[in-house]
């Protein structure tokens, strides 16, 4: 039965899984050992949508069938689940877009490749960034960004981290739209990333995790 | 005797679009008046240069060039996008500003930043816009949502035209919200008739017939504006490329009607009703382009192309929800003689061998990212190509390096014409000597 529930997750067998999920619950199983199996299926989606077998329709519809199961689970649930993770990721788009579904993406797969992503939506204030790198301590900043004028709004949300001091306590890595190796200069950041894959890459070189 | 419009061919069709951008009509209907003979002259040299790319029949005296503008000029005259949509005389002197210093062959006009009052007038839900949600520096940004519910496929496709009136326009603007459309097909006989129009008594409906009466007042006066400033440029000698918009129907529906995720998931839950609502969506895509294309006599409708990428889609999903309505979408407009641009975001590197399936000569595609030597070698032969001027590059770069990119992408996908000197997305941030230094470089180096 376990291998099931990971297997009907990763191939996006939402009514399957339902099932699937139903039926342990009835059977008194332990809740966090279900959303243990699902986060599996969800590890697999992960990996499939880096090998280009999966694209974004499959990603967020796996994303759909996730939420269905947990929904189907909390209930039940009586502790917290023992998320033990490799780092932390303070992770937004800059002040000014408000795009989110290629941050969204990377995000998610930072999250099943084992980090603590601390997201802060869209449009983010630079400040915010600030605050958040100072109340985490995360090591890892990611700055997303779709239009052009996200180019000015990286480079300042990076000079505000440096003049806040932290600038040698993180690794910033920028991506998303049209950004590339010259913004990576013009922005001051680390590096960027040209996919979400480069984005788990880049954190695991800077984590670990690999 | 002249043939009718109904009797031509699509080829005919497209040669009369042509004709008629060619020779341009003032707003009273009569031929332009030039402002010298070397402003005509000029004028039809540009309109031809495009022609010739485009019909892959002649060789171009050179490539052409063709800056795709959001905001680019507002920034080169000194304004912010909150002025020049409030303002629109500012709006055309930045443009203008732009065309007579930069020289580009063709212009889009000052339609770009749109009319700001219209858009509160009718409390525009769609798009956050400077000063409504985005600040005033900032370009406007669509506002995605569920617009159209998981459970509405029915009504969609069932009846697009109540759908869109009854259902989408109250929710996409606050105005509107009491609209109701008269229910056309309950108008029978006499005996009980006058039902059917009690909604247009009650005061928020009449509320919203009042918005959309002021809004039409003030779209007239902006259309107005900027159709002057496209007659005064083409007594000027620069011809305005494209008024007519069309989406692919699977954009259409997943971009703001839908939703990313939404689509994305109903191709799952809900194939079928998809490829329904794809179907019922593209004649009324095929209409709105080629009717904006006909009514302004000028034959390129603009399709921006989104959600088919590479990586957005898998091929297989591609051919089955993307290509087939968007093939359909682009053959309906070239039977009524447009030439459908698809300005193609983000990169299609993966879906050259798909496109490739169109006819001759008809059609014009902008790349963002794909590779430009294989869009060369894969639709050189059957397609008009151009693109992938990089944004970053006109942002942060130095003329030298967008010059070099220039020559570079000339000597790639220039050879034997079918080349047009594009930018891959739109121009909002950029340095005005970088897109200068991508115009000057296409005159240079583009001459065949």
């Known amino acids: ?210 | 005797m002249e043939k009718k419009w109904e009797e031509l061919s699509p080829d005919e069709r497209q040669e009369v679009l042509f004709e008629r951008w060619l020779s341009p009509k003032d707003h009273e209907g009569n031929d332009l008046k030039f402002n010298s003979p070397e402003a005509e002259k000029a004028y039809k040299e540009r309109v031809t240069r495009f022609k010739d790319a485009i019909q892959l029949k002649k060789l171009p005296d050179r490539v052409p060039v063709l800056p795709i503008v959001g905001f680019f000029y507002t920034f080169l005259a000194g304004f912010t996008p909150e002025e020049v949509m409030y303002d629109y005389e500012k709006a055309v002197s930045a443009a203008r500003k732009y065309v007579l210093e930069l020289e580009p062959d063709v212009h889009m006009g000052a339609i770009g930043p749109g009319p700001g009052k219209f858009f509160d007038i009718l409390d525009y839900k769609l798009y956050a816009w400077p000063g409504h949600g985005v600040s005033p520096d900032h370009s406007y940004q669509c506002l995605e949502k569920e617009y159209m519910k998981a459970d509405e496929y029915d009504a969609l496709i069932q009846d697009p035209s109540n759908f869109y009136s009854n259902i989408y326009l109250p929710r996409i603007f606050g105005a509107l919200q009491a609209f109701t459309a008269p229910s056309l097909t309950n108008v029978l006989e006499i005996f009980g008739l006058a039902f059917n129009f009690v909604p247009y008594g009650l005061p928020p409906v009449q509320a919203a017939y009042k918005a959309l009466m002021e809004a039409g007042d003030e779209a007239l006066k902006w259309a107005m504006a900027m159709g002057a400033f496209n007659e005064e440029m083409a007594a000027a000698g620069f011809p305005a490329s494209a008024v007519g918009v069309a989406k692919a129907p699977f954009d259409t529906l997943g971009d703001t009607l839908r939703g990313t995720r939404g689509i994305m998931v109903d191709i799952y839950r809900q194939p079928d009703k998809v490829l329904k609502a794809l179907e019922v969506l593209t004649p009324l895509m095929i209409n709105t382009g080629a009717g904006a294309a006909k009514g302004a006599g000028l034959p390129i409708v603009f399709i921006p192309l989104h959600k088919g990428a590479d990586g957005f889609l898998s091929d297989e999903q591609f051919k089955k929800f993307y290509w087939p309505t968007l093939r359909k979408l682009m053959m309906g407009l070239i039977d009524e003689g447009c030439v459908p641009f698809c300005f193609v975001e983000g990169s299609y590197n993966t879906r050259l061998k798909v496109i490739r399936d169109v006819p001759k000569g008809k059609t014009l595609w902008s790349f963002d990212t794909t590779d430009m030597a294989k869009a060369k070698e894969m639709l050189g032969d059957v397609a008009c190509i151009g693109g992938n001027m990089p944004i970053d590059l006109l942002a942060v770069g130095t003329p030298e390096q967008v010059k070099d990119h220039a020559k570079k992408l000339i000597d790639t996908c220039g050879k034997g014409g079918g080349y047009i000197m594009v930018n891959g997305v739109a121009l909002d941030e950029a340095k005005p000597e970088n897109v200068k230094a991508m115009i000057d470089a296409t005159k240079e180096y583009g001459v065949y």
């Open chain 1, 1 to 210: 039965m376990a291998g099931n529930l990971v297997n009907a997750l990763a191939d996006l067998k939402e009514e399957e899984a339902i099932k699937i999920v139903k039926d342990r619950l009835n059977a008194n199983e332990d809740p966090l050992k279900i959303l243990g199996d699902a986060r599996k299926g969800m590890e697999i989606v992960g990996k499939r949508f880096a090998d280009s077998e999966y694209f974004i329709p499959d990603l967020v519809y796996s994303g759909e069938i996730l939420k269905v199961v947990s929904e189907l689970v909390k209930p039940k649930m009586t502790k917290e689940a023992d998320s033990k993770k490799l780092g932390k990721i303070v992770f937004g788009t800059v002040a000014g877009d408000i795009h989110d579904i290629g941050k969204d993406i990377v995000v998610f797969m930072l999250d099943v490749n084992g980090f603590e992503v601390i997201d802060l939506g869209v449009d983010v204030p630079v400040q915010k960034f600030v605050d958040k790198i100072k109340e985490t301590g995360a090591p890892v900043v990611g700055l997303s960004g779709f239009l052009t004028l996200a180019f000015d709004s990286m480079k300042e949300t990076i000079e505000t981290v440096k003049s806040a001091g932290l600038r040698d306590k993180v690794k910033i890595m920028i991506g998303g739209g049209q950004i590339s190796e010259e913004i990576k200069k013009y922005t001051g950041a680390d590096a960027y990333g040209k996919d979400a894959m480069a984005a788990v890459t880049l954190a695991q070189g800077w984590i670990g995790g690999k």
